[in-house]
């Protein structure tokens, strides 16, 4: 069956440390990709988004996230993390060719210790 | 650019009421626009998509007579929870796709529903 499993629940990390959020998918060909980013009661934030091309894929607020078509994995990472980005992580995809409906994974909540 | 906006934040309603909610794009022209769930804690349930002009497609479960959605405009989207109940008390978010961004959607701030 076809799924995207964020394997991590929760995640705590100190602030400065490096940061690295998984996720899997199971799709027969490689779908699109996405990392969103929701703060307490706000809507989903794009981080990046990856379709083709260079599997590095720079987003915004400092993430990056690398495609492994032989892991099936599309795992965020950011180098130095802040406190506020703290939040809610959500890994999604988009099957290549079925229209634009995403499936979203399990999220992924980020807590930073100051 | 691609931000979209949802009208009210926040809202509470007597059971029984009804309540619309509305999802706008305000700088891009939205072919298509989302409709979710989520409740505390968990990920977001897709409840329908809607195309501009076109009927609402209801994801299974989902009762199209009890949320109305209409997407008469290319930039407007509206959910009515009719004759809510508390049960229904959630987290809605809409989101929105079209223009040069077809294979991406871009989310409102959401809305949250209190039945009492």
């Known amino acids: 069956a076809q799924s995207v499993t964020q394997p991590d629940i929760h995640i705590t990390v100190s602030e400065g440390a490096s940061l690295e959020l998984r996720c899997n998918y199971s799709?027969?060909?490689?779908?699109?990709l996405f990392w969103y980013v929701q703060s307490p009661g706000q809507g989903l934030q794009l981080l990046l988004k990856y379709f083709s091309g260079d599997t590095l894929v720079q987003g915004i607020k400092g993430f990056e996230a690398e495609f492994k078509r032989s892991q099936s994995s599309f795992n965020l990472r950011k180098p130095s993390v802040h406190w506020s980005d703290a939040a809610e992580y959500f890994c999604?995809?988009?099957?290549?060719?079925?229209?634009?409906?995403?499936?979203f994974g399990t999220g992924t909540q980020l807590k930073v210790e100051l | 650019g691609a931000v979209v906006s949802q009208h009210p934040s926040r809202v509470i309603c007597k059971s029984g009421t009804s309540v619309k909610i509305e999802c706008r794009s305000l700088d891009f022209q939205a072919t298509t626009m989302f409709w979710y769930r989520q409740f505390p804690k968990q990920s977001l349930m897709l409840m329908a998509t809607?195309?501009?002009?076109?009927?609402?497609?209801?994801e299974q479960g989902v009762e199209k007579d009890k949320f109305l959605i209409n997407h008469a405009s290319l930039t407007l989207s509206t959910l009515t929870v009719t004759s809510a109940h508390p049960e229904d008390s959630s987290f809605y978010i809409c989101?929105?796709?079209?223009?040069?961004?077809?294979?991406?959607?871009?989310f409102g701030p959401g809305t949250r529903l209190t039945v009492l």
């Open positions: 999604a995809v988009v099957p290549t060719g079925g229209g634009n409906k995403l499936t």
């Open positions: 989101s929105a796709s079209g223009g040069d961004r077809p294979d991406t959607q871009y």
């Open positions: 799709y027969g060909a490689t779908p699109y």
């Open positions: 809607s195309n501009e002009g076109s009927k609402a497609t209801y």
